[in-house]
């Protein structure tokens, strides 16, 4: 990295410490994939129960395979064949998990946490519910405030994350949130996190770009 990108990322990096520990949420800066593995891996033990978000991130970085290789009860929400009903269901024990893994669409330098979901258990989980919360995010979701969050999430996040599963919405053709009313819409709920509950939630941010 420019020692001068670097200088300024060191900079947003104490800001976005202070902010968040304000807001009751512990944050941490990890250089790369492994070593945010490393720092996760002792929370991996037998008996614990883990669930997880939708989330690209959680792919990228290798979270997936290590939930399933560690001697935990992974509520695998993306094993194959399984029902509506049976993801519906995974869905449900996730919110009394032990630990909860997911992504961020955007974060910003008040220590806000800003998301869009479909059917809506990711924030749920997020809010309330599990014991305790790893949201898991790249360098690239870091905005300056709740304006610039939305604007990510319309022109990034939203037509991406349609795109990969497939959706026939106007984003995948514009680019962008047409704000539409279509059967296959994704964007129903809005949400910002601007406080939690002091230890429950800790935010992990990758000095890499990682998902939408």
Do not use: W
Request: hydrophobic letters at 35%.
């Amino acid at each position: 990295m420019d020692l001068n990108k670097n200088q300024l990322y060191q900079i947003k990096k104490e800001k976005l410490k202070k902010a968040f520990q304000q807001n009751g949420i512990e944050c941490l800066f990890v250089e790369n994939k492994q070593e945010l593995l490393d720092y996760l891996k002792p929370y991996l033990k037998e008996n614990k129960t883990v669930g997880v978000g939708g989330s690209m991130t959680l792919f990228e970085t290798g979270i997936i395979d290590l939930l399933r290789k560690s001697p935990i009860q992974f509520l695998d929400r993306y094993q194959k064949d399984l029902t509506r009903d049976e993801v519906e269901e995974i869905f449900h024990r996730s919110l009394l998990a032990d630990f909860y893994f997911t992504s961020s669409n955007a974060i910003d330098m008040q220590g806000n946490l800003y998301n869009i979901d479909g059917n809506g258990n990711r924030v749920a989980a997020m809010i309330y519910g599990p014991k305790k919360v790893f949201v898991i995010v790249g360098k690239n979701k870091i905005v300056e405030d709740e304006k610039a969050a939305i604007q990510y999430i319309q022109n990034v996040s939203a037509p991406a994350n349609a795109m990969r599963l497939n959706r026939k919405t106007p984003c995948i053709q514009t680019g962008s949130c047409m704000n539409c009313q279509s059967a296959d819409r994704i964007c129903s709920m809005y949400t910002k996190i601007s406080r939690q509950q002091q230890g429950r939630m800790t935010v992990l941010v990758v000095n890499e770009e990682l998902g939408y």
